[in-house]
């Protein structure tokens, strides 16, 4: 008995997955016996009688369990036995396993990280990342990185493994835990159209993870019905309920609050009157051409019926416009619509005795050419120079370009940034989105120079001139430079320019910047100069007051003795009742000058009698200087008597 095999090596290779096909011819002799495929020694896989020249053949559909696999054909009679191996050495396809950490559950903003492992024998292997099915680009690594993950990526990630055998895939559910959010392809508020005395019913589609609890805020004074809360899948719910308004002041906002344990969400619900309604809703006007706005009154008799259109941007109410009403309509025509037309528009009818109003709004876009809000020159440090100019634009720019005589500049010198702007629409000012652009000139600039800035969308261009007046008309305020910047005023008649009514942003139409050392040097001076003066001004006051005290101590003096002699006879008239003493034979009491202080009063100065005194003009000058009144009354009261001498000469009574 002989075995010959069909296979020209005892080992097989294939494919993971593909079909093998063994033989085995032997030469049974004789007696005769039996031919058997056996796997695993134990496993047979088929068996054949052997008589003389026998071939037995077995096919298996390849799996990754019979990698390196042994088959055995078995020959066997009563008096032999022989057995010839083969081994099955398979190429196997990528087998991948997953695992997120730090688990597949968790809260939002955590940092997520998922394995994706491979076991295979056949290299390279190429790794490929989906979300939902869809594949994740630029992301060819065994790890995946979230740093941050939201509720949006709440789902089902794989990860898909392939070499030249084939693909392998594993997927993973990972869950978000996050507040409740409005769906994509829904408002906030949530516009219905409600009747008076009729339920209306509202909805809306909300995510969160877990399931929220949903409660009423605000009322409005209508009659609400219990908030139903119906789960649409894991982390979607739709959330309903009625509201019934029984009087026109019930229409407006009402308030749902849905809330889990990673916070809430309030939502909006808007419930405006079918009685009058506005259409369209929301309309866009290309510049200069004209649209129509249509307001319904929907009663029964619409007879004795006016209507009025409100203007307003964000809350500012600008103007009231007549409509033409015909029947229960109103049309509002906005003819040669510019960006002073754009706003919310409401419809009002009213009658003897009642008013409807539309509790939605009409809003109005026009498209056209870029327009001018304001144009600022702002000083920097030093020799910098900032240009800044505002504009609004529906659609967006598509370009901005900074030019200096007509020669574009480098576009790393300038920005875009979105803004706020201001206008002035109807006498009142309004807050509009706009746009920002700066260029800043870092070198020295010449004020001959002409700076402009051309900002273009697809409906035109707008050009703002930076002329020599506004480069050199500076204006210095202590250690800042102030510039005054003006804009054009445009009344609504004027259609050539669309340049905004004479606004600038700042609320002081200034712009200001630091000094220079030289100019800083400058102030310090003038400063310096200005308390020199203040130092040498009252040091001039206090030398003048000095001389004049100086000047009143030098007129303190004696007293003269024809005076006193003049005032003892003046005073003797008055003193009947001192006894008189012999003068002949005086007794002489040496009497000491007084220093009398002249005081700056209105002197009580007696005439002169020369006949008496028979003083000369000196004596009478020294008279003429004497004390106030009360010098006299003080040495009267000392009740002496005086007698009076002259060691000079004769004395003249």
Not at 45 to 60: D, P
Not at 268 to 292: A, G, M, Q
Not at 298 to 315: A, E, P, Q, R, Y
Not at 436 to 464: A, H, K, R, W
């Amino acid at each position: 008995m002989q075995i010959t095999m069909s296979n020209s090596s005892n080992n097989i290779y294939a494919n993971e997955g593909s079909e093998i096909e063994v033989g085995c011819e032997v030469d049974c002799g004789n007696p005769p016996g039996t031919l058997d495929w056996v796997r695993d020694e134990y496993i047979v896989l088929k068996t054949k009688t052997c008589h003389n020249t026998t071939f037995i053949s077995t096919r298996i559909k390849s799996s990754r369990s019979d990698h390196m696999t042994t088959l055995t054909c078995i020959a066997n009679n009563s008096y032999d036995q022989l057995e010839m191996n083969i081994t099955i050495y398979l190429n196997l396809l990528p087998q991948v396993h997953m695992r997120a950490e730090p688990s597949s559950v968790f809260e939002e903003e955590s940092k997520l990280t998922i394995f994706c492992i491979t076991e295979t024998n056949t290299f390279p292997v190429n790794i490929q990342w989906l979300f939902e099915g869809n594949i994740i680009q630029e992301e060819n690594s065994d790890v995946l990185y979230i740093d941050k993950v939201n509720r949006n990526q709440f789902g089902q990630y794989s990860c898909r493994a392939t070499n030249r055998v084939g693909s392998g895939q594993a997927n993973i559910n990972i869950t978000v835990r996050y507040k409740p959010y409005l769906q994509k392809n829904e408002s906030n508020p949530k516009l219905f159209k409600a009747v008076i005395n009729y339920p209306t019913h509202v909805d809306v589609m909300i995510q969160s993870f877990p399931r929220p609890e949903c409660s009423w805020t605000d009322t409005n004074g209508g009659k609400l019905a219990i908030i139903k809360v119906a789960e649409i899948r894991a982390d979607v719910f739709a959330v309903s309920s009625t509201i019934m308004l029984q009087k026109e002041s019930q229409f407006g906002l009402y308030g749902i609050r849905a809330r889990n344990l990673y916070g809430s969400i309030d939502i909006k619900i808007n419930l405006v009157s079918r009685v009058v309604s506005i259409h369209p809703l929301n309309i866009s006007c290309n510049v200069s051409s004209t649209i129509e706005l249509e307001c319904f009154l929907t009663i029964n008799d619409s007879s004795n019926w006016k209507s009025l259109w409100l203007h307003s941007i964000k809350g500012n109410k600008l103007e009231e416009r007549p409509g033409i009403t015909l029947g229960n309509k109103s049309t509002l025509t906005i003819a040669f619509c510019d960006y002073r037309d754009i706003g919310d528009y409401t419809c009002t009818w009213s009658s003897k005795n009642k008013i409807y109003s539309s509790t939605h709004q009409a809003t109005v876009a026009v498209f056209g050419s870029p327009i001018l809000a304001s144009r600022n020159v702002y000083r920097q440090t030093g020799e910098s120079v900032l240009l800044r100019v505002k504009f609004y634009s529906v659609p967006e720019p598509i370009s901005i370009v900074w030019l200096e005589n007509d020669k574009r500049l480098h576009l790393n010198r300038s920005s875009l940034m979105r803004t706020i702007v201001a206008f002035k629409i109807s006498n009142t000012e309004v807050i509009v989105d706009g746009f920002s652009s700066n260029l800043l000139l870092e070198e020295p600039i010449s004020y001959d120079n002409q700076f402009s800035c051309q900002v273009t969308n697809e409906y035109g261009y707008m050009d703002v001139l930076f002329e020599e007046r506004m480069l050199i008309g500076s204006i210095k305020d202590g250690n800042t430079i102030t510039k005054i910047v003006q804009t054009t005023t445009l009344s609504k008649s004027n259609t050539s320019s669309l340049k905004p009514a004479g606004y600038t942003d700042e609320p002081t139409h200034t712009s200001t910047g630091t000094l220079t050392n030289d100019q800083i040097y400058i102030v310090i001076c003038g400063v310096v100069l200005v308390i020199l003066f203040i130092v040498v001004t009252v040091f001039i006051k206090n030398q003048i007051r000095i001389n004049q005290i100086h000047k009143r101590a030098d007129r303190q003096t004696v007293v003269p003795v024809v005076s006193l002699q003049y005032q003892e006879r003046e005073r003797s008239s008055d003193l009947p009742d001192v006894p008189q003493r012999n003068i002949e034979n005086p007794e002489y009491e040496e009497i000491h000058s007084i220093p009398i202080e002249v005081e700056t009063e209105e002197y009580l100065t007696p005439e002169h009698d020369s006949s008496k005194s028979g003083s000369d003009s000196s004596i009478e000058r020294q008279y003429l200087e004497l004390g106030p009144p009360h010098t006299y009354e003080e040495i009267s009261l000392s009740r002496r008597e005086l007698h009076v001498y002259s060691t000079g000469g004769d004395m003249h009574e």
